[in-house]
Nanobody, 126 residues
Framework: QLQLVESGGGLVQPGGSLTLSCAAS????????IGWFRQAPGKEREGVSC????????NYVDSVKGRFTISRDNAKSTVYLQMDNLKPEDTAVYYC???????????????????WGQGTQVTVSS
């Protein structure tokens, strides 16, 4: 079955950490780049980070640079998003999605990602 499944969301205090996972199935995982998006209530979906198929290239939105780290394990068909020093403004539903490319400076547009997970909620609050 062709799918992406996110996990690892939850409630965390400001300054805390979470690691999100995106598990893929039903396609040749190491042919595709994977991206993470987030959507806060009342806001548009925003590209957060992406990683190329070989993990040779990564990209981050400015607001998370130095705090979030994306990685992938192609043997496990899984992409991770390590989120450190979390802030209340990071609160959102986080989605992973599939694309063909990712590189530094890539402008992540939702319509270019063709397969999406169901999302996982991240809440940063004291």
């Amino acid at each position: 079955q062709l799918q992406l499944v996110e996990s690892g969301g939850g409630l965390v205090q400001p300054g805390g950490s979470l690691t999100l996972s995106c598990a893929a199935s039903g396609f040749t995982f190491d042919y595709y780049a994977i991206g993470w998006f987030r959507q806060a209530p009342g806001k548009e979906r925003e590209g957060v980070s992406c990683i190329s198929a070989s993990a040779g290239s990564t990209n981050y939105v400015d607001s998370v640079k130095g705090r979030f780290t994306i990685s992938r394990d192609n043997a496990k068909s899984t992409v991770y998003l390590q989120m450190d020093n979390l802030k209340p403004e990071d609160t959102a539903v986080y989605y992973c999605a599939r694309d063909i490319v990712c590189y530094s400076g890539y402008e992540m547009k939702t319509h270019e990602f063709d397969l999406w997970g169901q999302g996982t909620q991240v809440t940063v609050s004291s």
